[in-house]
């Protein structure tokens, strides 16, 4: 094997405002730059209790059990499933979107069986279904995805949903992934279980540390399993080792990526969680009017509509790869086109912590606009971009 010839490490300068990872705050750039303590040091436990308290905030709940997972979401995702999911147990997930089918699958794999309620991609669970398919196979946990990546679904009425579950005895885990930090929730009050994120959406960190909280009710159940669960590395009931009381050595915890999120989440604090959810909607306001003032449309219903990820149906006789392409090559600006029964039929605009804000909104639109256009699609580039300025002048 010959020594390969290879460069400094250069990438491009990119507008990240696809489905995640979004802009990362210069910050929390820098907090990965300082120097490194061992995992089990004084200095670092220091660091996960803050780490914890201000996941705390965000979730908007007093869990003790809130932890950073180790890995992307979906091992925060995977933690979740497999430690609530004993052989035997039936789960209820939602057919609405991609995220779903990789809940039933983490399901599977923990032995428990997935049943699914159903709706169209692009609109939320209705609560009305969740009840019947409760009667129907009276279900031990509820999944649901409260902000679905694959659609730019929102899923309104969460506490509605968890009520019927918790009728009908069963734990409720929700996926945060594009909501935490992003769109307005409350843990506690909306009588969620489980819930599990990712930081690289709207808490703009660098994939690496998962925020996963449980209520007390969860982790009796965790705690109380008859059988082990069949996952070593996310098994809470060791990881308690680590990111409970005792301190003491389960895994080398990623610190780099600690000390990410724990910036990131001083950001969010300082913001404020509820001015945050504001300006999401704001700034993902102006580009949703202008995209529509273009003369695009959103897939998701008004109604349900996700600000931190918009779904927009690309214009008759555009591919994406026709707009993904060269607004990467020209613009520098990332965006993403239609995951699993979407695919081929909508961009994936992401509006997202760092990222979410007025003058990246605007260069979107901006880059959208001029970029349909010489493509030769229907639209008014100018109309749209008037449309965001006035938006963000509100
Ligand atoms: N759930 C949702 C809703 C997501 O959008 C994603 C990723 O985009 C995941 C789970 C999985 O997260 P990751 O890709 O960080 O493993």
């Known amino acids: 094997m010959e020594r390969p ?24 750039l820098r907090a990965m730059s300082t120097t490194l303590v061992g995992h089990l040091d004084p200095a670092f436990v220091e660091i996960m209790d803050d780490v914890q308290d201000l996941l705390r905030y965000v979730f908007r709940t007093d869990n003790q059990w809130t932890i950073p997972v180790s890995g992307t979401g979906s091992a925060s995702m995977e933690a979740a499933v497999a430690n609530l999911t004993e052989p035997g147990d039936t789960v209820l997930v939602p057919g609405n979107g991609y995220f779903g089918e990789r809940m039933a699958a983490m399901v599977e794999r923990a032995g428990g069986e997935a049943v699914f309620v159903e ?17 129907q196979y009276q279900p031990d946990i509820l999944g649901f995805v409260h902000a679905e990546t694959s659609t730019g679904a929102l899923q309104p009425q969460v506490s509605e949903l968890t009520s019927i579950a918790h009728e009908h005895d069963a734990l409720v885990i929700a996926d945060t992934v594009t909501s935490l930090g992003g769109v307005e929730l409350r843990v506690d009050e909306w009588g969620i279980d489980v819930a599990y994120s990712a930081d690289q959406k709207c808490l703009s960190c660098p994939p690496g540390a998962s925020p996963l909280t449980l209520n007390d009710r969860a982790m009796d159940k965790v705690l109380g399993r008859e059988t082990p669960v069949r996952s070593w590395y996310l098994d809470l009931s060791l990881l308690q080792e680590y990111w409970g009381d005792e301190r003491a050595y389960h895994h080398t915890a990623p610190i780099t990526n600690v000390y990410a999120l724990r910036e990131a989440l001083r950001l969010v604090a300082e913001e404020g969680i509820e001015n945050r959810w504001e300006r999401h909607t704001r700034v993902a306001g102006a580009l949703k009017a202008g995209v529509e003032s273009m003369g695009l449309e959103l897939n998701p219903d008004e109604d349900w509509w996700l600000p ?22 020209e613009h520098g600006i990332e965006i993403a086109g239609g995951l699993g029964a979407l695919s081929g039929d909508v961009l ?44 963000l002048r509100r």
Do not use: K, Q, Y
């Open 348 to 391: 994936r605009i992401g509006c997202m912590g760092h990222s979410a804000r007025a003058e990246n909104v605007l260069a979107l639109v901006g880059a959208l606009g001029s970029t349909l256009e010489d493509v030769g699609a229907d639209v008014n580039a100018d109309a749209g971009l008037n449309a965001t300025r006035r938006a």
């Open 308 to 329: 931190s990820l918009n779904a927009v149906r690309l214009p008759a006789g555009v591919s994406d790869d026709d707009v993904i392409e060269p607004l990467l090559d």
């Open 5 to 28: 010839e290879v460069g400094e490490l250069a990438p491009p300068d990119r507008l990240l405002m696809g489905p995640g990872p979004s802009d990362v705050h210069p910050r929390v």
């Open 119 to 135: 709706a169209p991609w692009g609109e939320p669970l209705d609560p009305a279904d969740v009840a019947a398919a409760f009667d």
